[in-house]
């Protein structure tokens, strides 16, 4: 009896918790429907709106190219969690499983950039930009996540953790270190590369401060320095601005609802949290 009281406790919390996070998205969708001055209205407040205005997508789409920032966003994304995984699987398993002259001052160089506030290296990393001519391009936009300090250090702990009995079964059987690592190692990893590709996503698509800096072009630019873009100096268009922020929202909602599983099993074997 204790017991599942006990449990019905748990579960109230977590129905609570969980919709106290999805209030937000709802204030979102509701003031997205809502006219200017329903937004600033405080007494009486309005919650739903009176009359719903879906005109407000219309002049959004108007305002804003959302294809194209669909697709710069799209692209920093994808290739970000390439280049991301890519790297971070060959320096983890190089940190985590071989032997060679440096390596502890190396993975301590790895260590001390994920303690150093990343806007410090904003203006190094502008400067190769813009001497790499890569400004208002997609590549100027990834340039910053070929390499993952944080996925360098997960994908080390990944490895670390498999036995040394794999890579001497793999040894005996006539295998060198690529082939180890491609055919033996690497696969028993995979839940780590989903919980860094998942970490990576969702890192790339909210990012702001690099797009506006790099791409000032608001064709080059992507879906969060856009959004940025649309305050204006003396008036806030609050529905025009829940409804692009709602429009962006969907690629990552469809991405979670196709990928659910593979979140969640990333997540859960990583220990990480977002």
């Not at 709106?49 to 789409?61: A, L």
């Not at 001497?168 to 006539?174: H, K």
Request: hydrophobic share 55%; aromatic share 12%.
């Amino acid at each position: 009896m204790k017991r599942s009281v006990a449990n019905i406790c748990i579960y109230v919390v977590l129905i609570l918790v969980s919709i106290t996070m999805l209030v937000p998205f709802l204030w979102m969708f509701l003031t997205a429907f809502k006219t200017t001055a329903e937004t600033m209205q405080v007494d009486p407040f309005v919650i739903v709106p009176r009359v719903w205005q879906t005109q407000n997508f219309g002049n959004v789409v108007k305002a804003m190219d959302f294809v194209r920032l669909y697709i710069n966003t799209l692209l920093m994304v994808a290739l970000r969690i390439l280049f991301a995984v890519l790297t971070a699987t060959l320096s983890g398993y190089a940190f985590a499983r071989l032997q060679f002259n440096g390596k502890n001052l190396m993975f301590a160089v790895v260590l001390l950039q994920m303690m150093i506030p990343v806007q410090i290296f904003i203006i190094p990393q502008y400067v190769m930009v813009s001497k790499l001519h890569l400004t208002n391009t997609v590549w100027g936009l990834v340039f910053p996540g070929i390499v993952s300090a944080f996925g360098t250090f997960l994908l080390r702990q990944a490895y670390m953790q498999l036995p040394k009995d794999l890579e001497e079964a793999a040894r005996l059987d006539g295998c060198n270190i690529p082939q180890t690592f491609v055919y033996i190692m690497s696969p028993l990893t995979k839940s780590s590369m989903v919980a860094l590709g998942i970490f990576t996503a969702v890192f790339a698509y909210k990012d702001l401060m690099w797009p506006m800096i790099v791409c000032p072009d608001n064709r080059a630019t992507t879906l969060a320095s856009a959004l940025a873009k649309m305050n204006g100096q003396y008036q806030q268009k609050y529905p025009e601005l829940m409804m692009a922020a709602l429009i962006s929202c969907v690629p990552m909602i469809i991405i979670y609802i196709f990928f659910q599983k593979q979140f969640i099993e990333g997540i859960a074997t990583s220990g990480g949290k977002l």
